[in-house]
């Protein structure tokens, strides 16, 4: 298979302006004629899905969720880049492209980020106009903030409620299409299967979580929005319902999966407290801002924080990065606390954690002004640890946040299966092997509202496709295997619950798939998770049945994927012989423990091929180009 | 701690539905009462009973996807807490707690502690929104908007859709909700334009999804986990019948255009 | 949405279809029910200026026959009004929740919200057996003489049960204004961040010396005070 990008001619400036020009439109009287099915309702399939309809294409609209409202991209906390200049501190669009592509590592394909830079200032006024209560300085104007290492002040927020406003002003222009009759709306449905006609995306075979009944739709084009797989760790910053089930049945479909190893760490969470622990919290990275990161420099040093003087404290993020301190990105970070820890000089009763102190800034600032920073986020560390932060340091440490890896699509967000579009977290596209803060945000924005509405047009206007009918050969083939497959899982009446499975699956890929990996953890990993996997199939107890309201049975369907990402996941991880941004391989750092990246042999995107149940997936490579952003090894030092 | 649960088992809908017992003999100071509830249910799955269903999604309070009624309050006993923020420290040994799903004739049950709340998505639906489709915004910085109405509109934008309000509400009235979006829209220059046919359609949608009325009771926003105040309730208040009695009708002009 | 601004016929019954549009029927019918309580009970305390001064002033009212039936209509509509929305409020909210909690555990602890309801009734059959105690007289628990107040209160006060009856009316009426006099502000929509808590204070002081005012009437009697 050769992998076509499809990245317009000329300068990086003027790709996308061509591009658009030379998209063929689709006649607006005959836009009610599609039907574009779309899966997710987070900002990327939720923008998606409004705007479609807005032009006048016919949507269908998916979540899992009771509704819409509530897809994952609401968790996120701390705000949105977009290259406004508003704080007139020297950004650009060419400078948002050119930090983005650095700190994704050089993994990422220049024309898509630089897009994402010139789009990033549209979507600021599209969400102001939706009513987007965005943080604003006493003279009326947007207010911004410095975030996840840039120098530049150009994140826009909405106090620590940043994703869910934004998501709300999608999910309200979503209704707005709904009571149009624009957008059919299906909550708690979760797709299970893709369907191909004529080796184009014609249709999804889903699940009413209600019912349990199955169904299908068809349509001339689906959209995948489903967010990332980070939940294959069990432990995430993700909610408990993210998903990879659509995109890896996507994936057995035919479309290839690039860079999933690529998996971002965050460095300020709240520690795990016990093994019954269903998630992890996220502190919102602006903590950094202000709070200052420090273990003992003694090991094992036991003595409560306050009692451990200032000279006995390592700030080591300060001490090796001196430039950029505490606001180092977040892979740095993330690795810094885990060296520490693993030199025993973690604190708190894991020993897996260290200080985020603001003593210092309470000292310089006053409580109150901190207290106004960052109020919202102490409450709730004091609510799920039961320590005051104001009075006692944080405790933190890193846990897996945000997957860079997903679906291969080329500039137009196409996967390599002709007509299904993939957006947002759940496709591999533009943070190459790290992704700075509040861009993910922007990055689902920008894929929703401002590219596929025009990309997807060109698809539709210039492909042939036959009419569908909802009992086409290929549509009953795939509901059966769906069937059968949530019929295999309910007969195995085994002895262990699907949440033990997951655990012991995320388990072995935080030791050895994590932050650090090496070759020996890896090929671990690729024996003991198929084994793992057979296990599960024999051994695991769902209960209840299929047609009915069934937690369980939806949480073992995409446990049973886990295990095949997962494995995929390490091969990828072992395959890429080099460390760089999220992927650290320990056999390739510098001699002071810093990522050494090999853009001589592993400059390109990885993209796997399903080969079939048991069979070694086949490797795809879309070689980078660097013509604007000189390859230099990252220093923050 | 050991923990004694009374929950609300009901197979669906249609279904008369009773409390269960339920011994929980190892509860942690440090879970959250979700994964309590996690526990019990692992250990009623290898038993081969059906576990306790209830919705849930982010379990950091803000998706809005979890609740039920602990001891008859809404979210728990803690102020400003969703129940998957609510932890097991604040419940001491030998405790006995009845979990029951929210009550009301908009959301029916779905099963056990979980309820259908889609009546909330057909108020929004209904005018919860500002008309601007996408490509058509000015710059960002084109409508000023002072701090302090920008801070009051986020006040009321917080809301996360639990339907809270509703369940603590003796009414079962949806009005803390419908007003946190008209007063959120309201207060900012976009919502001006839509401001009277908002209020008019939310509320008349809000009726005939069957919710009751305000009686301003205020238990809505002790039970809010966001901490929307009633002020909300007045707003709208305002907002529709200044709309209803006041707002003009349609210019002839327009009419015949179209 | 669906195109609004309905011609001005159809406007008030389209409004009063709608819940806001009930409320601020109840809140308007309540701010005359309010008004005459507090011009009705600066009449009653008239009673401590003595029995020429009250009767005269009763005297003085219905000498205006016209007026004295324009306030009685409207008065008469705002309780119809008044009971009606009431009432249908009350069922619309038991309605919109058909199962109940088995367990209460209420952290508002607002009585007099919770009981408007009630008081509300309580209210209503008082105000008829009041109207045909002392306007009409056809409960006459005591002797009854038209248009000579001062005589009839004194003389039906010394009936224990009767004076009881009127000061736990009152003291109801009292409950119901605590909330209601507040609550009508937030109908309407009168909602500032500055004012709303004072509204709070100016409406249980009200209350309060409503209640009071209206009771010494009747304690008076009872204690000899007036006789
Ligand atoms: C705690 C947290 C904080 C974050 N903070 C920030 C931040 O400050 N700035 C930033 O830029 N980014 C942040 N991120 C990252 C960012 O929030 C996400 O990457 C982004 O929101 C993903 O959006 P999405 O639309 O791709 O997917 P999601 O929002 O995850 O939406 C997925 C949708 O797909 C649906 N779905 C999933 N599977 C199925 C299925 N099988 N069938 C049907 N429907 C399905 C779901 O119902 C949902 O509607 C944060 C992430 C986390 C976890
Ligand atoms: C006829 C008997 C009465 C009945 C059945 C009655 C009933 C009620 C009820 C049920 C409410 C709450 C309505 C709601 O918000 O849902 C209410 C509110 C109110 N009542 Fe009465 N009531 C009566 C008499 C009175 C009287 C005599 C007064 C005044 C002197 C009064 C003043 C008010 C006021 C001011 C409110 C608040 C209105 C609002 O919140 O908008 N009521 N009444
Ligand atoms: C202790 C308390 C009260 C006393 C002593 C009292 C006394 C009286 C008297 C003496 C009259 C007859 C006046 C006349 O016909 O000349 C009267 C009339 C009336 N009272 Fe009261 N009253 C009391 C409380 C109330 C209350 C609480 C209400 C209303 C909620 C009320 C409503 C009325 C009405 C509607 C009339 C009839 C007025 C008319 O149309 O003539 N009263 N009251
Ligand atoms: S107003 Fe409060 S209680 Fe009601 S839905 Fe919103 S957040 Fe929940
Ligand atoms: S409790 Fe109910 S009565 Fe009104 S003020 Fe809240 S909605
Ligand atoms: S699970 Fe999301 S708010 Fe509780």
């Not at chain 1, 496709?465 to 009446?493: F, N, S, T, Y």
Request: one cysteine or more; a positive charge; aromatic letters at 10%.
């Amino acid at each position: 298979m050769q992998l076509d990008a499809k990245i317009p001619e000329g300068p990086i400036e003027k790709k996308w302006d061509s591009h658009r020009f030379h998209l063929k439109l689709v006649n607006p009287a005959n836009k009610r004629k599609y039907t574009v099915l779309v899966v997710g309702t987070g900002l990327a399939g939720g923008s998606a899905a409004a705007t479609l309809a807005e032009l006048g294409y016919n949507v269908k609209s998916f979540c899992i969720q009771d509704s819409p409202r509530r897809a994952h991209s609401i968790a996120a906390q701390g705000g949105i880049n977009a290259a406004k200049n508003y704080q007139n501190d020297g950004d650009s669009i060419y400078r948002l492209f050119y930090d983005t592509v650095k700190g994704g590592d050089y993994r990422a394909r220049e024309a898509n980020v630089y897009r994402l830079a010139q789009i990033s200032v549209n979507i600021i006024d599209q969400c102001v106009a939706q009513g987007v209560p965005f943080a604003r300085e006493y003279g009326g104007a947007l207010a911004n903030r410095s975030f996840g290492g840039a120098q530049v002040s150009r994140t826009f927020y909405a106090r620590g409620q940043t994703g869910q406003q934004l998501l709300l002003g999608a999910y309200q222009a979503l209704e707005r299409q709904v009571q149009a009759g624009k957008v059919k709306m299906y909550p708690r449905t979760e797709m299970l299967d893709l369907v191909l006609i004529d080796g184009k995306a014609r249709g999804i075979v889903t699940r009413n979580l209600v019912t349990g009944k199955m169904e299908t739709h068809v349509g001339d084009a689906v959209v995948l929005a489903t967010g990332g797989y980070g939940n294959t760790f069990f432990l995430s910053t993700n909610a408990k319902g993210s998903n990879a089930t659509a995109i890896w049945r996507a994936h057995k479909r035919g479309a290839l999966f690039a860079n999933p190893c690529f998996t971002q760490i965050h460095p300020t969470c709240i520690p795990v407290s016990g093994d019954y622990q269903s998630k992890l919290t996220l502190m919102s990275e602006s903590l950094r801002n202000d709070g200052r990161i420090w273990v003992p420099k003694k090991k094992g040093d036991t003595r409560s924080p306050d009692k451990i003087p200032d000279g006995e404290r390592d700030y080591y993020l300060e001490r090796r990065y001196p430039s950029f301190g505490n606001l180092v990105p977040r892979d740095v970070a993330s690795r810094a606390a885990k060296a520490a820890c693993d030199e025993g000089r973690g604190v708190g009763p894991s020993g897996l954690g260290v200080y985020l102190d603001f003593g210092d800034a309470i000292k310089r600032l006053g409580q109150r002004a901190i207290a106004e920073r960052y109020g919202n986020l102490f409450d709730m560390y004091e609510r799920i640890t039961g320590d005051d932060p104001y009075k006692v340091p944080m405790r933190i440490y890193p846990a897996i946040h945000y997957t860079m890896g997903g679906l291969w699509v080329d500039y137009n967000l196409m996967s390599t299966i002709p007509g299904m579009y993939v957006l947002g977290e759940a496709n591999f596209s533009d943070h190459g092997a790290n992704r700075l803060g509040a861009s993910a945000l922007m990055q689902g924005l920008a894929d929703g509202y401002f590219i596929i509405p025009y990309t997807i047009g060109d698809y539709l206007a210039t492909t042939k496709l036959a009419k569908v009918e909802a009992d086409h050969a290929a549509v009953k083939d795939a509901e059966k295997g769906v069937k059968a497959r949530l019929d295999k899982l309910l007969a195995a009446k085994g002895s262990r619950t699907v949440d033990s499975f997951h655990r012991e699956l995320g388990k072995l890929m935080w030791e050895s798939c994590g932050m650090a990996r090496n070759k020996k953890g890896l090929e671990e990993n690729l024996s003991a998770i198929p084994a793992l996997k057979e296990q599960f199939w024999k051994d695991v107890r769902v209960g209840g049945a299929g047609e009915e309201f069934n937690n369980e049975l939806e949480k073992a369907g995409r446990v049973a994927d886990y295990f095949e990402l997962a494995e995929l996941m390490c091969r990828d991880a072992l395959h890429r012989e080099e460390s760089c941004g999220g992927h650290f391989r320990e056999e390739h750092q510098t001699p002071d423990g810093e990522a050494r990246r090999d853009d001589e042999n592993f400059a390109y995107a990885a993209a796997w091929e399903w080969k079939g149940e048991g069979e070694k997936p086949e490797l795809h490579k879309e070689p980078l180009q660097f013509n604007e952003v000189h390859l230099t090894q990252r220093s923050y030092k | 701690m050991r923990l004694t649960l009374n929950v609300w088992r009901q197979k669906g809908k249609d279904d008369a539905g009773g409390f269960v017992k339920y011994d929980v003999p190892d509860v942690s100071e440090h879970m959250s009462f979700l994964e309590m509830l996690d526990v019990l249910n692992q250990r009623l799955i290898l038993k081969g009973e059906a576990p306790v269903a209830f919705d849930h999604d982010c379990r950091e309070g803000i998706c809005g996807m979890c609740g039920f009624m602990i001891n008859g309050q809404a979210h728990g006993p803690l102020r400003g807490t969703t129940v998957c923020q609510l932890h097991m420290r604040h419940y001491k040994d030998g405790d006995e707690l009845w979990l029951e799903p929210w009550r009301a004739a908009a959301f029916p049950v779905v099963r056990d502690l979980a309820v259908d709340r889609s009546a909330f998505d057909k108020i929004v639906a209904a005018g919860g929104y500002v008309s601007v489709s996408t490509g058509s915004a000015p710059d960002g910085n084109a409508i000023p908007v002072p701090k302090e109405i920008a801070d009051r509109a986020m006040d009321a934008a917080a809301c996360i859709g639990c339907g809270a309000c509703v369940a603590s509400c003796p009414n079962a009235s949806a009005s803390l909700f419908t007003g946190a979006k008209i007063a959120h829209l309201g207060f900012l220059p976009q919502g001006q334009p839509e401001r009277e046919r908002r209020a008019l359609a939310m509320v008349a949608q809000m009726d005939l999804e069957q919710f009751g009325g305000c009686t301003l009771f205020g238990e809505c926003q002790d039970a809010c986990p966001k901490g929307i105040s009633i002020d909300v309730i007045a707003r709208m208040n305002r907002d529709y019948w200044l709309s209803a009695l006041f707002s003009a009708p349609p210019s002839a002009g327009a009419a015949a255009s179209g | 949405m669906s195109s609004t601004a309905p011609a001005a016929t159809q406007r008030i019954t389209l409004f009063y279809q709608d819940y806001v549009g009930k409320k601020v029927a109840m809140a308007l019918s309540g701010v005359v029910l309010f008004g005459y309580v507090i011009i009705h009970m600066a009449g009653n305390l008239q009673i401590f200026a003595g029995r020429e001064q009250l009767n005269a002033y009763a005297q003085a009212l219905h000498a205006n026959v016209p007026l004295l039936w324009i306030a009685r209509i409207v008065l008469l509509l705002a309780v119809g009004i008044h009971f009606y929305t009431g009432i249908s409020l009350a069922g619309a909210s038991r309605a919109a929740r058909p199962v109940r909690y088995q367990v209460k555990g209420q952290r508002h602890p607002n009585l007099a919200g919770r009981t408007m309801a009630l008081s509300g009734l309580v209210l209503a059959a008082f105000i008829v057996f009041h109207i045909l105690h002392l306007t009409t007289g056809t409960v006459q628990p005591a002797p009854f003489a038209d248009l000579r107040p001062y005589d009839n209160m004194v003389n039906s006060f010394r009936v224990i049960p009767v004076a009881g009856f009127y000061v736990l009316s009152v003291c109801l009426l009292g409950l119901h204004l605590y909330h209601g006099a507040w609550s009508m502000f937030q109908s309407v929509g009168f909602n500032h961040p500055r004012y709303t808590p004072a509204l709070r204070r100016f409406a249980a002081v009200f209350a309060f010396l409503l209640a009071i005012g209206f009771s010494v009437v009747p304690i008076a009697v009872l204690t000899g005070m007036v006789r």
